[in-house]
């Protein structure tokens, strides 16, 4: 694929291309864009590698922040993406960009414990038959040496120019320990990051994940330090363990974040043993909360989503900002609801550890099912559409009191003899008949 490198003067780290949608609408001052933030990076100019580039189907490419991907679909920061050679399978199969697992500027500090998973089954406790529908991780971040991942993100963009792999960064509460951290994995060449202010396990305990993202004062001065050293476009990947998310997402892109990526998992507890009464996952004998995902948090990560959507689109009317929406996706289906809901691109980790990294296939192809059904030829045609069939309950009531009204009105039949027409007129009778 043509890969063309250019410098441009970029605003708000991202290059709108043309984007009409009904989620986000331009500006119409176009000095707003970029929220006073200018950056200076290389833009690539890609070629689109999409399913419909021969024509099969409808458009899946996307572009966001800037940055070209052939489809919506981006390994999510996890297993899926924890070192070279799974990283080169996801581009490999065909997924749109891929988010590495969580790096720092000291692994030795990380140290993950075995068994780390536990899955929810349906059906009874500690059935063996049922659907995995829930799964849970006390997984920290990367363990490997930070230079070896970084040497590995220079092969992965040395060897898929036109690919877009994202890193995710977590550090300490220290200004010069993040900015340190960004400055070394951006001369990688990734093409953008997803900040972890979301973990909800380990590493909280050393003021870092979702210890950040849970306090709006620590978040705005974190994403300040890291939005004044980054040049490349920035996530900040939020927790849904708070009562309003819509509020630690406000702080971060106040604080000149390109994109939000919504939702990491959820704090839980898996469930005890009835027979050992120890719960899982169970690490000697004991265990800690951990992150829950799966398709069991599809429609908390909608409802998320859809609070974050609704506050950039009143408050936030920049189409060069983005929305990732992610949380329990293993179907096309799961991932236009998402869309439908803002979202540019939808992330997908606990399903690639249950189906593979071939599920991306099945994505596409469901995907484009559900857009040729609704005759959409562009992710763009249907991105948001459906905010606009929420209100309040208040509301509710009032459409139904009218609908009601309108329906009596309807079996009450004519109100005059004026009325009556002579192509109706069987029908007409039809409304005056109490039997």
Not at 86 to 109: H, N, P, Q, Y
Not at 396 to 412: F, M, N, P
Request: aromatic content about 6%; overall charge neutral; hydrophobic content about 40%.
């Amino acid at each position: 694929m043509a890969s063309l490198g250019l410098n441009v003067q970029k605003i708000n780290g991202a290059a709108a291309a043309g984007i009409n949608s009904p989620f986000l609408r331009a500006p119409s001052n176009p000095a707003a864009i970029g929220h006073g933030k200018t950056k200076r990076v290389s833009l690539k100019i890609r070629a689109s590698q999409g399913a419909d580039q021969n024509g099969a189907g409808p458009d899946l490419s996307v572009t966001v922040n800037g940055l070209h991907m052939p489809n919506p679909f981006v390994i999510g920061s996890g297993p899926p993406g924890t070192n070279y050679t799974v990283m080169k399978r996801a581009f490999d199969e065909g997924w749109g960009a891929v988010i590495a697992k969580t790096v720092s500027l000291d692994s030795s500090k990380v140290i993950n414990v075995t068994p780390r998973y536990a899955r929810l089954r349906s059906g009874s406790n500690g059935s063996a038959k049922g659907e995995v529908i829930g799964w849970e991780n006390i997984e920290l971040i990367s363990d490997r040496p930070l230079e070896t991942m970084l040497k590995e993100f220079k092969q992965l963009k040395k060897e898929y120019p036109d690919r877009i792999l994202i890193a995710s960064i977590m550090e300490e509460y220290d200004r010069a320990a993040w900015q340190e951290l960004i400055e070394r994995v951006e001369e990688t060449g990734v093409d953008a990051f997803e900040i972890n202010f979301s973990c909800p396990h380990g590493m909280p305990e050393r003021k870092m994940g979702a210890a950040v993202g849970k306090d709006c004062a620590l978040l705005e001065e974190v994403c300040g330090w890291v939005n004044e050293k980054a040049t490349i476009p920035v996530w900040a990947k939020m927790t849904p363990n708070v009562t309003d998310i819509a509020e630690p997402a406000r702080v971060a892109l106040k604080a000149g974040s390109e994109g939000l990526a919504a939702i990491n998992t959820i704090m839980s507890v898996m469930g005890i043993n009835l027979n050992t009464l120890r719960p899982e996952p169970c690490v000697e004998g004991y265990s800690t909360p951990g992150g829950y995902s799966s398709k069991a948090v599809h429609p908390i990560a909608l409802a998320k989503v859809l609070s974050i959507a609704q506050m950039m689109k009143s408050e936030f009317p920049d189409p060069t900002l983005s929305l990732s929406g992610i949380g329990g996706v293993e179907n096309g289906g799961h991932a236009a609801e998402f869309i439908l809901l803002g979202a540019n691109t939808v992330q997908v980790c606990t399903g690639v550890m249950m189906h593979g990294y071939g599920l991306v296939k099945q994505l596409c192809s469901e995907l484009q099912d559900f857009m040729v059904k609704h005759n959409f030829s562009s992710i763009e045609d249907f991105r948001g559409l459906s905010l606009q069939y929420f209100t309040t309950h208040t509301d509710l009531v009032r459409r139904q009191h009218e609908a009601i009204e309108q329906r009596k009105a309807v079996r009450r039949g004519l109100a005059s003899d004026k009325e009556w027409t002579g192509d109706g007129f069987v029908k007409e009778t039809e409304t005056m008949v109490s039997n």
